[in-house]
């Protein structure tokens, strides 16, 4: 009896810590402490994956993110289906990680409806320039809307900016973000924020199987990167950059190989009636 209690009482702890990596290690890491961007520091992206055992993946992964998005591998589908967005407005905070600025809603944000799957939205957060590419070329901003499943599953819908006129979701951002500036860690309520005010104006979209760009660096993360790239002030650009005070001029992951997995591109047929207005 005593023997079985005991292998009861391990099989309890092996379950629960499991429970915990599995939890942890699907999350980004929000303390910029341990890793950074600069290429020539021992905690830069060519490191990140050495730093901590639970962050190999960084190193080891097949299917890592960010990508370039080259016309000569991408295939034009038309049956994937319009991204399906049904979002609420909520209470939401805004967060300085250290290496970028996070918006988190704390409520009912809604979600998006892939595949059969509801990812409901969590968080969204910003990247200078942007992390993916498209024929190469990389742009002056991605905003990356992260949601997850039930099942813990993450799906991220990415959206790029290229310079010109301010992006109006951002600029009801502006006074919170510079009430956040240099400070680290320190959440600021910011009341009710609506993510259906982050416009995308585009049907089409990439779609592949990548991970996050940051450590764990986790993969089999659902990208929907909108095709349509929108505008956004220097100014704008410049804040969210200032405002973590990092020492660093960006905060891009470097592009990683493909590895010849399956980049898609949605474009409705003439019957769906193409738009990409605002």
Known sequence: MKLLVTQILLCTI?????LHVGLTT???????????????????PAWWGEIRSEWRMCRNGSMQSPIDLLSDRVQV??????????????????????????????G?????????????????????????????RRFDLE??????????EIAV??????????????STMMNHIERIADTHGVERAI?????????????RYYRYVGSLTVPPCTQNVLWTIVHKVRTVSREQVKLLREAV?????????PLQPLNRRLVQLYSPTDSESESENP
């Open 157 to 170: 819908v990415g959206v790029m900016y290229k310079l010109a006129q301010p992006d109006t979701f951002l």
């Open 14 to 18: 092996f379950l629960d810590l499991a």
């Open 143 to 152: 905003l990356h809307m992260v949601h997850e499943s039930p099942k813990g």
């Open 77 to 106: 589908v038309a049956h994937l289906g319009r991204l399906k967005r049904s979002y609420e407005a909520s209470n939401a905070t805004l967060k300085n990680r250290g290496h970028d600025i996070m918006l988190r809603w704390e």
């Open 26 to 44: 699907s999350e980004e890491v929000e303390d910029e402490s341990e890793f950074n961007y600069n290429a020539r520091s021992e905690r830069g």
């Open 245 to 253: 005070r990092d020492d660093s001029e960006f905060n891009a992951r």
């Open 191 to 203: 009341g009710i924020v609506n993510p259906n005010h982050i416009k995308i104006g585009s049907r």
């Open 108 to 136: 009912d944000a809604g979600y998006i409806y892939v595949n059969g799957t509801q990812y409901s939205l969590k968080q969204c957060h910003w990247h200078s320039p942007s992390e993916h590419a498209v024929n190469g």
